[in-house]
């Protein structure tokens, strides 16, 4: 199979089960028998327009109690139960083995020749018939072959996609995708041979294995049509317990691998491209809690006394400057410009490529200053509605992209004397 | 010799079979690189642990020299044992895990194939002069019993060898050499040879080697009678070699090492078919000339010498090597003349050539070394760096043969550079260490602390180069100028173009260059990413520092990129229903629209503002109509510069087949697809949907009132338009003709005009027809029928849409007048007589042969002046302060002559700087023009000296042929609304009725020359015959318009009184229209430029004088 090496069991499963219209897998460990039967109500609420074509849903399973694929009891024969071993790799913390056992059940759409691929996160939070339905919409009827998500995330959720995601991916790669790393997409057939085989890629280059769907089909020839579908699903907090300087570690050192990879596509890629988008955004969601953005901003003057000379060896001098008047300001009035954040942004980018110090220690460094962000953030959207706050987004991203020179200039010349 | 079964066959390490053409060589020498084990002779161990160095760096293929056993007579390309590692450089096994780490990193390997010779000390030579003469083992290389065979052949050692002929006292015969004596040739007439070569390099393939330098391949076969060279048996030798690589083994490359001409270095590449690869060995010594003769010719020259080669070749280029700088391929005067600029003490020269580094070649100057490599890195090959000249190594010319330029390389400022630990003595060559080139002051540790330094400089470039495949791929097309100081060219691969200019001259020089192929592009500063300013169809102009370059990428306008993506329709709203207006005009649905419209807002025809750059559109209000089938939707459009603008969009959705047939009768005004898994639509300009503007129709004759978000919309009917509209119900169709608005027509009867940009206040069109029909009773207009306004909170009404009655026609004036003339120009090709000129004829008098050939167009120039006349009159009755004729007060008249003149002057300016590139035949007529700028700006001086100019009035403000139509034999007179360019207070404005009137003549002029042009393409040689009859038909029928004008207005206080004073007014109304013509034929059709330089040329220049 491509790009993953699956155990003989799963080989022959596969082999046995021949094609599949639409793999629908499970990019995590989850409980057999509540699978199924959740599996077995939500198919059946598929619909009409859905009934001829044959399904497949996989999850990894450990080896003990992966029983052999079967067809789904009191279903249609179309859909097939193939709870899968696990690759013996496929494991990391958080988002790196969540992109590992996304790369499997690619892999195993791959080799059942699937029309599409759904993946979903662990938590099946999005194993419902509309997002099902809207997924395979778009990758069956609309051709794309590359279909993201837009959640109906409340507007202090999923920060790190807002913050430096989703700016940086579209400003880098020129479409706009509200959700470039997530837990729940579709594939074409086509696309999922190739991020399948793109995992062989960024391991022998020491990638940090997280899978960048969206960059795969934008630098890649020929281009993937890109889709973007609303769905009203809800992920917990996808920490993992794990610490934040972590997570970014993970997550945003994985994106700037990527941009190092990826330097001669994106250096020609000017403004950004709206994607088509299909499905309702949904009601609202709840405001939720307010959010104390003092400990942020502490961590963020605590980060400007002990990093400064970290930043210094990073940022250039006007940045410095502005990020010391940010420490003088009063809490309330704190606010970190868009320019200078995408800047900041930038600029450990360029760092991370150069090597300028060690990379766990620069995203590290990093870290204060997103939270300075957050809280800056935080307290100008507290009184937006959630339109609003999307439209802010917008112009936040509208800014990186206007910044990107800034970028290309660095990057093309690195040197240190710059303003 | 191991044994070839324990060598397990790896693939090639790069899977792009043409990897070599965006390769950076790299050459080194493992001797000289680094030595790991302290014997004072670098090594593969020590190689392996400068990789980080070199990838770094940033080169991606390592070229190894000879590192095989060999008495090292010539710095190892003579060779002993072809399938070992010399001793002192490690061992295979060394070499195997060296090359394993290079693939690691991503960095291909290039070894050497010295197939042409071998060492005297290689067992098969022993062997051969051992060996009975004719026998097998003696015939692997070439003997005679006489030294006076391919006596042709030159001699490559000068310096050292007198003959290629060496006496073997062993054998008793004479073996073949072309280069030391040492260096015996093999000899490919004996088919074992090449058998045995095949073998070692199958054993350095089958290890993982990617490439193979071919060394001294002209000089494989000899044959008696010729200079044994480039022969056809040498030829087949290599395609033998080339079919064996292909047949075994995919992504390698061979080399072809070829001092030639390269004309005589093109066969190497075959059909694809011999080597990937052959150095550019000319080029260099011209890099070294230009830039010392400042001087673009010599590379230029050696370039148009060099032939195409196929798509899967490519040429090496380099600026210095391990061997001499070479002046085999150069004239003796060149020669000569590079002894003397860049060897100035005889020890640096060595056979025919210089033995020097770059770095020293080039007195150590910064900027020259960075100039010579930005043009090593941007011309059409792959650059192949030497070891050390990133650093701008220095060499030691009391060094014998090429030595000098082959010392150790310069890591840090330690005891032996960093190169070894050994005692000093032990070296295999002394370390550079004089106090400009030392290790002490050149090194790597110091360059790599030192953001400045040419190191780094050198490794931004390389990733620079890396980006673009153009450099490696690309086409190469120079620009000539007329400062041959400067070296411009463009390089261009798919859709990447770029234009690189270097300044050879050691002082600052202007260049312009003509890019106007490249019109519309803007150039971006590759280096820095800095935006330079857009290129035009006028001359580019540049300036350069002392050795300076410049690499621009040109990127087309960024609207454009956006519009080819939005154009392929993969942009979607998900509607549930046929009016779900909510998916579309929603916050979410409106965003989406917004990064749609740039894209939309440029195919469309009657978006003016296409040249301006679009940052965003956003939806401003909106309206559903036509049972909510479709909508108006009015768009602020914002600019990087100047202000924001108004636009109103018309949408509708249209489904099933209706949408098939738009996405292919319409796929312009198609701007997303609609839908959902039960309906499948496109989202599409409403004015093709016609209900919408039926619906209007409703809205305007009903005179109701809809409210948007911050508007009201009003219908207000004009008195005409029950009589015009009727009382049958009327099909909506589309009108064709779609210029800056659109249209729609309701059965034959009106015609209604959708005004795309909205701006408040009175529209002139709506304004002027509704005077002309209900106040002044004008009746060559279409009869205004109705409006529709757009009333903002606070907010002067801006016009929506217009309704007219519609005129039957036969087409408009200026299609009219092209056909008459082309029959005008058919009668007077058979006419062998020439006409007589006009202006010698009695003023007003229209020759007899224009009434014969043309009587017919003079009698509806009568008419089409008598109607404009009337159209002046009518707009000179008006009494109400919008219409009411003024006498121009003298600082309008002193307004109106700055605005002229500083208009004049730029039209003068940029007709100067275009001169070079006019077409040949105008160039005469623009240097004329140009040397009477002064007498002709002169003219609006005498403006202000006029004193009665006649009253103003409201005029037409844009007329032209194009704004009538011809309606039984007739003129009706159309489109009000002025220069869409210009604000609405322009466009209002009052002005002489002579403008107008200026206007109509130019057009007669423009028909004239415009319809010769058409003719006289299926018939050239007819232009000399023709163009006297093009000017007497102009003068004719511009006589013709204006006597009967004239006589029509009468004494009308509108024209001025004095003869004088209108043939004065006039002709600088008709100056300025010639002048506007100019700019724009100088921007967009410089082939057209005589026309209107006839027309200046055809002024008098005497003010005041009739």
Known sequence: MAGIEFSEETRQQAERIGSADIVVGVAGPVAADAVRTRAETVFGLLGPSFTSLRFVFAWPSSAADAPAASLAADQPAALTFFPFASPAHAEGELWAGVSAQQRAVLSLAAHLNARACIVLGADLAALHAHPLQLLAYAVLERQCGLVMPIYNAAKYDGLINSGILAPLNRALYGRRIRYPLAFDFAASGAMCARLARLESHQNNHGGSGLLWPVTAATTQSPQTTIGQVHLDVHHPTASGGLDLSAVLAQIVGSLFQETEACAAHWQRVRGSQPVPVWGAAAAEPPEGQPVDTRPMLDSFLLGSRNLDEVWRLVLPPNTLLDLRRLTKLAPEDFRMPDELWAGIVYDFALAYRLRTLGRAHLLGALTPLYLGWVASYIREVSVLSHTDAEQRLEQFARVWEEKKPYLLSRWRWPDRFNP | ?1106
Request: hydrophobic share 40%; glycine share 6%; proline share 6%.
């Open chain 2, 1 to 1106: 010799m191991p044994e070839l079964q324990t060598i397990v066959r790896k693939p090639g390490s790069n899977s792009d079979p043409l990897w070599y053409k965006d390769a950076i060589l790299y050459e080194v020498s493992v001797k000289a690189f680094q030595d790991s084990n302290n014997d004072g002779v670098g090594d593969f161990p020590g190689l392996m642990q400068r990789l980080d160095y070199l990838q770094d760096l940033g080169v991606t293929c390592l070229w190894l020299l000879p590192f095989f056993p060999s008495p090292l007579r010539d710095d190892g390309y003579d060779i002993s044992d072809y399938m070992s590692v010399h001793p002192s450089y490690g061992t295979l096994e060394d070499f195997q895990r060296f090359l394993e780490a290079a693939h690691d990193r991503g960095l291909q390997v290039m070894i050497e194939l010295v197939i042409n010779h071998s060492s005297d000390q290689h067992p098969w030579f022993q062997r051969a002069r051992h060996a009975p003469a004719g026998s097998p083992e003696r015939n692997f290389y070439v003997w005679s019993d006489t030294d006076q065979k391919y006596k042709d052949a030159r001699i490559i050692f000068t310096d050292t060898e007198k003959s290629n002929w060496t006496w073997d006292p062993v054998a008793q015969a004479y073996y073949w050499h072309r280069f030391f004596s040492h260096q015996p040739d093999l000899n490919y007439d004996n088919p074992e040879v090449l058998e045995e070569v095949l073998s070692v390099m199958r054993y350095w393939l089958d290890m993982g080697v990617d490439a193979l330098r071919i060394d001294a391949i002209p000089y494989l076969v000899e044959r008696d009678g010729t200079n044994c060279e480039n022969l056809p048996e040498t030829h087949e030798i290599i395609k033998k070699i080339r079919a064996a690589i292909d047949e075994g083994y995919a992504g390698r490359m061979v080399l072809a090492e070829a001092n030639q001409w390269p004309t005589d270095v093109r066969p190497y590449f075959g059909n694809g078919d011999e080597c990937h690869m052959a150095f550019h060995f000319p080029l260099m010594p011209r890099l070294y000339m230009g830039l010392r003769q400042e001087d673009r010719l010599p590379i230029t020259d050696i370039m148009a010498q060099t032939p195409a080669i196929p798509d899967n070749c490519q040429w090496g280029l380099f600026l210095r090597n391990h061997d001499e700088l070479t002046l085999e391929m150069v004239s003796d005067d060149e020669r000569d003349y590079m002894y003397l600029a860049y060897s100035a003490d005889p020890r640096m020269r060595i056979n025919i050539g210089i033995r020097r580094r770059l770095a020293p070649l080039l007195d150590n100057n910064r900027r020259r070394i960075e100039l010579l490599s930005s043009i090593l890195f941007s011309f059409p090959g792959t650059p192949i760096l030497y070891y050390g000249d990133e650093l701008g190594m220095g060499d030691n010319i009391y060094l014998g043969d090429r030595n000098g330029v082959r010392t150790p390389m310069q890591w840090t400022p330690d005891r032996n550079a960093g190169f070894s630990r050994c005692n000093p003595a032990k070296l295999y060559s002394p370390v550079i260490m004089d106090p400009v080139w030392g290790y002490e002051a050149i090194n790597v540790e110091a360059q790599q602390n030192d953001p400045s330094s040419l190191l780094n400089w050198m490794r931004n470039m390389i990733a620079l180069r890396k980006l673009f495949q153009v450099f490696g791929r690309g086409t190469l097309r120079f620009l000539d100028s007329s400062n041959r100081k400067v070296l411009a060219y463009v390089r261009q691969y798919q859709e990447q173009t770029v234009l690189c200019v270097a300044n050879l001259s050691r002082f600052a020089q202007p260049v312009q260059l003509d890019l106007s192929e490249l019109d519309g592009m803007t150039p971006v500063e590759m280096l820095g990413y800095v935006e330079f300013p857009l290129i035009t169809k006028q001359p580019y102009a540049l300036t350069l520092g002392p050795y300076g370059f410049l690499w621009l990428e040109l990127q087309p306008a960024m609207n454009t990129v956006e519009m080819t993506a939005s154009a392929s329709g993969e942009e979607s709203f998900y509607v549930e229903s046929e009016n779900d207006w909510q998916a579309v005009l929603s916050a979410d649905g409106a965003m989406k629209l917004e990064a749609l419209l740039p894209a939309y807002l440029q195919r469309q025809r009657w978006f003016g503002s296409k040249s301006r750059s679009i940052l965003h559109a956003k939806v401003d209000d909106c309206l559903l109509f036509d049972e909510n089938r479709s909508a108006l939707v009015w768009v602020t459009v914002e600019y990087d510069t100047g202000e924001p603008e108004l636009w109103l969009l018309c949408l509708a959705m249209s489904f099933g087949a209706d949408a098939d047939a738009l996405r292919e009768s319409a796929p312009q005004q198609v701007l997303a697809v609609v839908g959902s898994a039960a309906i499948s639509g496109v989202l599409h300009d409403g004015m093709l949907r016609a209900g919408a503007p039926a619906a209007l129709l409703e809205v305007l004759a009903r005179g109701e009132e809809l409210h948007t978000r911050h508007a009201v919309l009003r219908g207000l009917p004009g008195a005409a338009l029950p009589g015009l509209r009727g009382a049958q119900p009327l099909t909506t169709r589309p009108a064709g003709a779609e210029q800056s608005n659109s249209s729609a027509i309701f059965g034959d009867r009106l015609i209604m005009k959708l005004f795309r940009r909205q701006q408040p206040g009175a529209n002139p069109d709506v304004e002027i027809g509704r005077f002309l029909t209900e106040t002044a009773k004008f009746a060559n207009i279409p009869p205004f029928a109705g409006s529709i306004e757009y009333r903002r909170n606070g907010h002067e009404p801006a016009t929506l849409a217009l309704l007219q009655g519609l005129v039957a026609n036969e087409g408009d004036g200026w299609q009219w007048t092209l056909e008459e003339l082309d029959r005008f120009y058919e009668s007077a090709s058979f006419s062998r007589s020439v006409p007589s000129a006009l202006a010698a004829a009695p003023a007003d008098t229209i020759p007899a042969q224009a009434r014969e050939y043309a009587g017919m167009f003079l009698e509806a120039a009568a008419t089409l002046g008598r109607r404009t006349a009337e159209m002046h009159l009518a707009l000179a009755s008006g009494r109400n302060a919008d219409f009411a004729p003024q006498i121009p007060r003298p600082q309008d008249l002193e307004s109106l002559r700055a605005g002229l003149s500083a208009h004049a002057a730029r039209a003068f300016d940029a007709l100067k700087s275009s001169l070079s590139r006019l077409p040949d035949d105008a160039v005469e007529q623009a240097a004329l023009t140009l040397s009477r700028r002064g007498a002709l700006l002169g003219k609006f001086a005498a403006l202000t000296q006029l004193g009665e100019v006649g009253q103003w009035t409201r005029i037409h403000g844009d007329y032209h042929l194009g704004q009538v139509l011809r309606s039984r034999g007739d003129f009706v007179i159309l489109d009000f609304e002025g220069e869409p360019a210009r604000s609405l207070e322009e466009r209002r404005a009052k002005h002489s009725p002579l403008k107008d009137v200026a206007g109509m003549l130019r057009s007669f002029s423009y028909g004239a020359f415009a319809a010769l042009t058409h003719y006289i393409a299926r018939r050239p040689a007819e232009l000399g015959q023709l163009e006297p009859w093009a000017r007497l038909w102009e003068s004719a029928v511009s006589a013709e318009f204006l006597r009967a004008w004239r006589e029509t207005a009468g004494q009308s206080p509108i024209v001025p009184a004095a003869r004088e004073h209108f043939d004065a007014l006039l002709e600088i109304y008709m100056l300025d229209k010639a002048l506007y013509e100019l700019l724009y034929e100088l921007n967009n059709r410089p082939a057209w430029i005589r026309i209107p330089l006839h027309g200046i040329l055809s002024l008098r220049l005497h003010p005041g004088k009739n």
